[in-house]
């Protein structure tokens, strides 16, 4: 009985550090694990794009060659109750960093009422089958993307943006 004990508190604390506490920014977790260059661009990243909202975030990187290697995390963006799921990876390249960022959540409602709601200063580019495409119009690598979910009754929601060694 003992060592079952021993062995479930062995893993908790195992499995709890992958889990960060809320706030703590993405970059924090990625000091000694990737380029200083890549630290600084997700800084950059996330002021401008998660900025003060509450997050968790649960990072992935080849510990065997950390600062050659993309670093991966999916962080939850708490706005007000409703969560939204960022995927930052993060790509040394020579001296530099690139990082693609993507936001995705989704909306109870159809996706004709969440562009006039989310999307409303984007312009319409395309189509990808049924998915509607967006570019923001004071950016022009900072794309959204309205899938139709059940029927039309809600609207999964990306928004993707590539930060290249800015």
Same mark, same amino acid.
């Given at each position: 009985m003992l060592k079952k004990i021993i062995l479930c508190v062995s893993l908790i604390g195992f499995i709890q550090p992958a889990f960060s506490e809320t706030r703590p920014l993405i970059s924090d977790g990625m000091r000694g694990l990737t380029t200083n260059a890549c630290v600084e661009? &997700? =800084?950059k990243v996330e002021a401008k794009m998660i900025?003060?909202?509450p997050i968790r975030t649960h990072p992935i990187i080849?510990?065997?060659?950390?600062?050659n290697n993309v670093f991966s995390a999916t962080t939850i963006v708490d706005y007000n109750?409703?969560? +939204?799921?960022?995927?930052?990876? &993060?790509?040394? *390249?020579k001296n +530099? /960093?690139? *990082? &693609?960022?993507?936001?995705?959540? *989704? =909306? +109870?409602?159809? /996706?004709?009422? +969440? =562009?006039e709601k989310i999307l409303k200063k984007w312009n319409f580019v395309g189509k990808l089958n049924e998915t509607m495409v967006f570019n923001f119009r004071r950016d022009d690598k900072f794309f959204g993307y309205l899938t139709p979910q059940g029927f039309n009754s809600s609207c999964l929601i990306s928004k993707r943006r590539v930060f290249y060694g800015e």
């Open positions: 661009l &997700v =800084r900025k003060n909202l080849n510990q065997d060659d950390p600062k109750g409703n969560d +939204s799921q960022v995927n930052m990876s &993060v790509i040394p *390249v +530099s /960093c690139n *990082v &693609v960022y993507m936001e995705t959540f *989704v =909306r +109870s409602e159809p /996706c004709i009422i +969440s =562009r």
